[in-house]
Antibody, heavy 123, light 109 residues
């Protein structure tokens, strides 16, 4: 059974750095083809993909946010960590981690999602 | 970056009716990389369709996807009460460009 769970602060101040952790089970990020992404959703708005990390430690970032994002993994702990610097009110959103469909499937999508964590940016 | 435009913004239908949701891309998208999600209030999105027309595990066969190039469609053949939700399309393009549509809200008439 695949599960993912996000954790991190519910409130951050403007200019601070946000650190979110995704703890997962039911698969391993050391398995060839496995990838995990972060996606966010401002209240009442659409989804926005942020970053992805692959089993081989390749990393990919949203073009518009790449200067502010860092994604990393701890395979032994089954965790993926996202940091976002210089937080602003417009970054207020629910942040999700999700498992990617294995690239070997030939398709692209997110087949398992965490429940999300709401992060509010306010002084 | 490929922009996905979903229509209509809101669709009001009754249980038992057929729902047709549209997703139009600003440039051609490989069918292999087009997916649909359902999201209910307070919940994470759920993968419905991948590869434009393949149902994800556990998805009822009343959900179907079709289309190619720049025009894709999600069809729900006979609406059940639990189908009223927001639906998003998503594409994966070159240089790992991943975008979502703005969503279609399917509400009970």
């Amino acid at each position: 059974q695949v599960t993912l769970r996000e954790s991190g602060p519910a409130l951050v101040k403007p200019t601070q750095t946000l650190t979110l952790t995704c703890t997962f089970s039911g698969f391993s990020l050391s398995t060839s083809g496995m990838c995990v992404s972060w996606i966010r959703q401002p209240p009442g708005k659409a989804l926005e993909w942020l970053a992805r990390i692959d089993w081989d430690d390749d990393k990919y970032y949203s073009t518009s946010l790449k200067t502010r994002l860092t994604i990393s993994k701890d395979t032994s702990k089954n965790q993926v960590v996202l940091t976002m610097t210089n937080m602003d009110a417009v970054d207020t959103a629910t942040y999700y981690c999700a498992r990617n469909l294995p690239p070997s499937s030939g398709y692209y999508g997110f087949d398992y999602w965490g429940q999300g964590t709401l992060v509010t940016v306010s002084s | 970056e490929i922009v996905l435009t979903q229509s209509p913004g809101t669709l009001s239908l009754s249980p038992g009716e057929r729902a047709t949701l549209s997703c139009r891309a600003s440039q051609s998208v490989s069918s292999t990389y087009l997916a649909w999600y359902q999201q209910k209030p307070g919940q994470a999105p759920r993968l419905l369709i991948y590869g434009a027309s393949s149902r994800a595990t556990g998805i009822p066969d009343r959900f179907s996807g079709s289309g190619s190039g720049t025009d894709f469609t999600l069809t729900i053949s006979r609406l059940e009460p639990e189908d009223f939700a927001v639906y998003y399309c998503q594409q994966y393009g070159s240089s790992l460009s991943i975008t979502f549509g703005q969503g279609t809200r399917l509400e009970i008439k």
